[in-house]
Nanobody
Framework: QVQLVESGGGLVQAGGSLRLSCAAS????????MGWYRQAPGKQRELVAD???????NYADSVKGRFTISRDNAKNTTYLQMNSLNTGDTAVYYC????????????????WGQGTQVTVSS
């Protein structure tokens, strides 16, 4: 079984910062891309940022320059540093990982964390 466990959410004032972490555990061969998505009440889940196994990153326009995604491959962990938060960033944040479970099988599977609430007050 593969599990993604997130941490670091909470309540912060506008202009503040938070750092989210997501650690993958279980039995698998490798992790390809890892990413963060968010879902605000009444809205669809959207991509915030993702990072390839080689470190290439991609960001939503709304967070560029404020959020930084990184990963520690040795720890199977990805991080999302969120600075200059505003009320529009309030959402449940979900970690995603695309995982190859077996060395001799190319199939990859998407796994999701349970979500962590980020609330930004004005």
């Amino acid at each position: 079984q593969v599990q993604l466990v997130e941490s670091g959410g909470g309540l912060v004032q506008a202009g503040g910062s938070l750092r989210l972490s997501c650690a993958a555990s279980g039995t698998f061969f490798s992790i390809n891309a890892m990413g963060w998505y968010r879902q605000a009440p009444g809205k669809q889940r959207e991509l915030v940022a993702d990072i390839s196994s080689g470190g290439s990153t991609n960001y939503a326009d709304s967070v560029k320059g404020r959020f930084t995604i990184s990963r520690d491959n040795a720890k199977n962990t990805t991080y999302l540093q969120m600075n200059s938060l505003n009320t529009g960033d309030t959402a449940v944040y979900y970690c995603n990982a695309r995982i190859r479970k077996r060395r001799f099988a190319l199939a990859e599977y998407d796994y999701w964390g349970q979500g962590t609430q980020v609330t930004v007050s004005s």
